[in-house]
């Protein structure tokens, strides 16, 4: 009987195992599966198992370790500066003033807008011959001549993650501001009549109350921006010579520049390994289980 009863929530739950079954499963399944088989479209009848082939052949691209370092920096960079603006914002938004709600819908609007139409807007402002960046340091006299931003080896990189922190600080700003919002005003009331100026209040009383927050949503946003492709493929296409291609829009533009969906797949399951191990580290480095525990 009790078996039974442990038993039926998983039956309740079973439609939604199915659809992520199908959805995930048979994809992850199906890219291991190509990860160690010759697999090109272009020769689809030479199909073959090619064992760890793929795998030699992402270690022996003289491209990849630069293309890793490039994704590295794009990540602590991009989350850093979208964590500390987030951060900013919401504690300007904590308190009431006038208007408020107007402009919390204005600083919040990015969000709201897709990879595609953020990276159209920043192509253009930083485009080297009409872009506005151009045009504004020109005539402030910062610079003499136009630059190619997106066309500058270690320039490049930089539009993305500036295009990319505009787009994530909302994100950041929404689930900070709610957890700040629901820090009890007793704890506040009594760290101030022991003493506590504003900084160990904060260091002490809202870090505490708002860590679980801070810990997933840094999660989440790591994962996401380890996954943008679209922004860096819209605007730089991984140029020049691949100096602004992190993992992912590498992953992306080769699949399908060259068809070959072994080599793409087992990149992939080397994304995904190291993307597992991170979040494992990450969850054991944050006591993530004992966040807020302290308060």
């Known amino acids: 009987m009790k078996s039974r009863k442990k038993l039926e929530p998983h039956l309740f739950m079973l439609p939604a195992y199915i659809v992520l079954l199908t959805c995930m499963g048979y994809p992850l399944i199906n890219t291991l599966r190509l ?6 479209l272009t020769a689809k009848n030479k199909i073959s ?10 270690f022996n691209d003289p491209q990849i370790g630069m293309i890793a370092m490039n994704t590295l920096k794009f990540v602590v960079i991009t989350l850093l500066l ?20 107007i402009y919390q819908a204005f600083v919040f609007t ?26 504004v340091l020109l005539k402030l006299g910062l610079i003499e001549e136009k630059i ?25 700003g929404i689930m900070l501001l709610a957890a700040l919002q629901s820090v009890p005003e007793e704890l506040m ?26 810990v997933v949503t840094v999660l989440l946003r790591t994962i996401w921006i380890f996954n943008n492709a679209d922004l860096i493929y819209i605007m730089t296409k991984g140029g020049p010579a691949n100096t ?28 995904m390994m190291g993307l597992t191990i991170y979040i494992l580290w990450f969850m054991k480095i944050t006591k993530y289980n004992q966040a807020g525990d302290n308060v």
């Open 82 to 101: 979208q964590l500390t603006l987030g951060f900013i914002l919401a504690l300007a938004l904590k308190k009431p003033f006038k208007g408020r709600g």
């Open 110 to 135: 990015p969000w709201a807008f897709s990879g595609f139409l953020v990276g159209l807007i920043f192509q253009w402002m930083f485009n080297g011959e009409y872009g506005l960046i151009n045009d």
């Open 35 to 40: 990860a160690f088989s010759n697999y090109k």
């Open 49 to 58: 198992f090619a064992g760890f082939d793929n795998f030699s052949k992402i």
């Open 148 to 172: 190619s931003f997106l066309g500058t080896p270690g320039v490049s990189l930089w539009t993305v993650i500036v295009a990319l922190v505009w787009q994530g600080i909302p994100f950041f």
């Open 244 to 271: 602004s291609d992190t993992l992912s829009s590498y992953m992306f533009i080769k699949a399908y520049s060259t068809l070959d969906f072994g080599f793409v797949s087992a990149l992939g399951v080397l994304f």
């Open 189 to 214: 009331e009594a760290a101030k009549i022991d003493g506590a100026n504003a900084l160990g209040r904060f260091w002490n009383v809202t870090i505490p109350c708002i860590k679980p927050t801070i």
